[in-house]
């Protein structure tokens, strides 16, 4: 009888803590189990305008886009991040008529603050924004100019002209402070890498952007991307 008691305690040391601690791993465990910093790199499409007041807006084609960002993972469930972007492309429309010639370019740095929801061991949802300055400039082609140099022979008593064809471009810009929302999924794939899709949002105050004045920026987008952590 006392043997068998023993027994039956021994079983239950080495299984019931066992099993107790797989149903930890399969139903409770969190995406990331310690905080930690790390690295991300996202790539992706964006699109958007600038919307003048009382005045024609600039809509975008889809404009390429990329972003770098170092973070830190406070807990599991909140991370702070900073962030470096870079978007470019072309303007599609100017009021509704088709633009051709005109590029657009904006650049950034900013924070973001990002909640976490683990859905799963291996799966979290999470949503956020952050603030920042950026910068966008727009470039388009006047047309062609010539540079004329005239050239007078006495000898043969006869007059010409050379001319050099050449492009010239006008550029206009302004600086903006941003807030920006966003929300995406993120897979864990290893303990240390992880793969994330998410949207963004990107709106601005207003400022004098060459000769129109209170112009914003909107830019709005999807990304995928790739975060290694420590």
Request: proline share 2%; net charge negative; with cysteine.
């Amino acid at each position: 009888m006392h043997k068998s008691l023993a027994l039956a305690a021994l079983f239950a040391a080495l299984v019931v803590p066992a099993f107790a601690q797989n149903e930890v791993v399969v139903y409770g465990a969190p995406v990331y189990e310690s905080s930690g910093l790390y690295l991300s790199a996202k790539l992706g499409g964006m699109s958007g305008g600038l919307k003048l007041k009382n005045n024609v807006d600039y809509d975008f084609d889809t404009l390429f886009a990329g972003s770098a960002s170092a973070g830190l993972r406070v807990s599991d469930a909140l991370r702070l991040e900073f962030e470096i972007f870079g978007t470019a492309g072309s303007v599609s429309e100017i009021g509704g008529l088709k633009a051709e010639g005109l590029d657009v370019t904006a650049a950034g740095c900013g924070v973001n603050l990002f909640v976490n929801v683990p859905l799963t061991p291996n799966l979290m949802i999470f949503g956020g924004g952050g603030i920042g300055f950026l910068s966008c400039e727009l470039t388009y082609k006047t047309g062609n100019w010539y540079l004329a140099e005239y050239y007078h022979s006495s000898w043969w008593g006869n007059d010409y002209y050379s001319y050099e064809a050449r492009e010239q471009k006008l550029k206009e810009d302004a600086n903006y402070f941003y807030y920006t929302l966003g929300a995406g999924l993120e897979f864990l794939l290893s303990p240390n890498i992880s793969f994330d899709l998410s949207g963004r949002y990107f709106g601005t105050n207003s400022s004098d952007f060459g000769y129109a004045s209170s112009v914003t920026l909107e830019l709005y987008g999807v990304f995928a991307g790739v975060t290694l952590s420590f």
